[in-house]
């Protein structure tokens, strides 16, 4: 059975770093994806990072970039998101998500790809 574990959140001040685990079970890193979002309630999910460890595929969302990277860990199933210099926009529900499409080039921001979902861990920066 498929099982996404996210852990890792928490309350940091502004100007903090943070780094999240999400913990795959039921599926291999080598062969799939995994994505990470956020939201907030009233608004839009976002998308945020994506990985493909299998073809060394990352991809970061553009306005994210040079904050948040993400990497993998294929012996242990783990993805993580590294996020420095939050600030209170960063507030949010961050969750992982398995895009099960085998044979992908690259990884995909595009949340539509993800069928799985873990039950998300909160981050909140604040002073």
């Known amino acids: 059975q498929l099982q996404l574990v996210e852990s890792g959140g928490g309350l940091v001040q502004p100007g903090g770093s943070l780094k999240l685990s999400c913990v795959v079970r039921?599926?291999?890193?080598?062969?799939?994806?995994i994505g990470w979002f956020r939201q907030v309630p009233g608004k839009e999910r976002e998308e945020i990072s994506c990985?493909?460890?299998?073809?060394?595929?990352?991809n970061v969302a553009e306005n994210l970039k040079g904050r948040f990277t993400t990497s993998g860990d294929k012996t242990t199933n783990t993805v993580y998101l590294e996020m420095t210099n939050l600030t209170p926009e960063d507030t949010a529900t961050y969750f992982c998500?398995?895009?099960?499409?085998?044979?992908?080039?690259?990884?995909?921001?595009?949340?539509?790809?993800?069928?799985?979902w873990g039950q998300g861990t909160q981050v909140t920066v604040s002073s």
């Open positions: 990985i493909r460890p299998g073809v060394s595929s990352t």
């Open positions: 998500a398995a895009d099960r499409r085998v044979g992908i080039a690259s990884c995909d921001l595009r949340a539509r790809y993800y069928d799985y």
């Open positions: 039921g599926f291999f890193l080598e062969y799939h994806g």
